[in-house]
């Protein structure tokens, strides 16, 4: 923000200007690149998932969100790629959430909150397959594998 507009840092307009890139490339990016920041950012969170569903004193686990496709879904590829899962089993799961507003008939209300944060439905209410498996291919060019994405976040 500071690059793109220094005044930002004391005048309430210029932030609402930065606000305003920030939205068009997030919304230019859609699921593929939530997933890549909750990746990078969300590791913390994501290692301890994993770590909780590792030990087996705390089992059963069950792991969940809202509609099962971003942080739920993340966390869900990446456990069942390191158990071996096949990349396109994983896909399909995914696909499952491409629905679930629609059917939890919450879709009004979702829009809605998407709108207010000037986010556009259309690109993050599904879970088209294309988005899970650019994710996938994603993990493999940045860190290599499944694994070494495991490393990364110390897990």
Request: contains cysteine; charged residues 20%; proline residues 6%.
């Amino acid at each position: 923000a500071l690059l793109i507009s220094p005044p930002a840092v004391v005048s309430r307009r210029a932030r609402h200007k930065v606000k305003d890139v920030f939205l068009s490339e997030i919304n230019g990016g859609g699921l593929p690149m939530l997933n890549e920041l909750l990746l990078k950012y969300g590791a913390p969170g994501i290692r301890y998932v994993l770590e909780v569903c590792s030990d087996t004193s705390r089992h059963p686990v069950a792991f969940y969100c809202t509609a099962g496709k971003d942080r739920t879904g993340v966390i869900a590829a990446v456990l069942l790629s390191a158990l071996g899962v096949p990349d396109e089993s994983i896909v399909e799961d995914y696909s499952l959430s491409a629905n679930v507003y629609a059917e939890m008939d919450d879709h009004t209300a979702m829009v809605g909150a998407l709108s207010q944060r000037n986010l556009d439905p259309k690109t993050f209410l599904g879970a088209p397959p294309h988005v899970m498996r650019d994710t996938l291919v994603a993990i493999r060019e940045n860190y290599g594998s499944v694994e070494g994405y495991l490393d990364w976040i110390g897990f």
